[in-house]
């Protein structure tokens, strides 16, 4: 090659311009959003001694044993040694919302007898989502029977409360349940022996409601 044509080239060279940078967009910037000297705000003294007071007399050690009971927590000791027991059995229940154990029976003045009443708390009542209640015996994992309280179909049980008495050789056990967008509490009984549900009436706590049955409907 020519030493011309090495001069036209090198003056080619100079005359192309270099390319622009391309703009950065704000959260793409390394030195905005990535870099952690950004976020480090250096305070001025006195500031920055009572900030590492603070650090290193108060944070770090409670979070030292915060770490420590958390890390205690995954060890049998903190259990106090309590024994796994695997389920002996289960029940499906189709849409529970509300579980209630049967009270204990209490005879004439309030004497509870004891001899009697493992087969009162063996019983819990179960409700529904469609204003059922269920009457179960855990101990023999059965359903003993069940009842859908008038007025309460299609709304949710959201409470129910047991009391248990001493009848005639057996025990009745009276259920209050509450659904849910109802005034009414529905109070239901069932006698041991058999385990038969019975509505026996219902309150309105709303008397003076036009339409009690469905508080919905009623006008603001």
């Known amino acids: 090659?020519?030493?011309r044509r090495t001069k036209e080239l090198k003056a080619n060279e100079k005359t192309v311009a270099s390319p622009k940078p391309?703009?950065?967009a704000p959260e793409d910037?390394?030195?905005l959003v990535a870099n952690p000297s950004v976020y480090l705000d250096e305070l001025p003294q006195p500031f920055r001694f009572i900030n590492n007071c603070l650090q290193e007399l108060v944070l770090k050690?409670?979070?030292n044993e915060i770490t420590k009971i958390e890390e205690r927590k995954q060890t049998s000791e903190y259990e106090g040694f309590i024994k796994e027991a695997q389920a002996t059995g289960c029940m499906e229940l189709d849409q529970a919302t509300v579980l209630e154990r049967v009270s204990v029976a209490l005879s004439a003045g309030g004497i509870i007898n004891k001899e009697e009443q493992f087969g009162v708390t063996s019983k819990i009542?179960?409700?529904d989502n469609f204003g059922q209640i269920t009457?179960?015996?855990v101990h023999r994992k059965i359903v003993m029977d069940k009842l859908k309280l008038p007025g309460f179909e299609g709304r949710r049980i959201i409470s129910m409360s047991t009391c248990t008495l001493e009848w005639a050789g057996t025990q009745l056990t009276y259920i209050a349940a509450v659904a849910r967008a109802s005034a009414q509490v529905h109070i239901a009984v069932f006698k041991h022996s058999d385990c038969k549900?019975?509505?026996l009436y219902n309150l309105n706590l709303l008397p003076d409601l036009a339409n009690p049955l469905e508080p919905?409907?009623?006008p603001d």
């Open 197 to 199: 549900l019975k509505a």
């Open 22 to 24: 391309k703009p950065v």
């Open 216 to 218: 919905e409907l009623n």
């Open 29 to 31: 910037n390394w030195n």
């Open 1 to 3: 090659m020519s030493y």
């Open 125 to 127: 009542v179960a409700g």
């Open 135 to 137: 009457v179960l015996d």
């Open 61 to 63: 050690p409670v979070a």
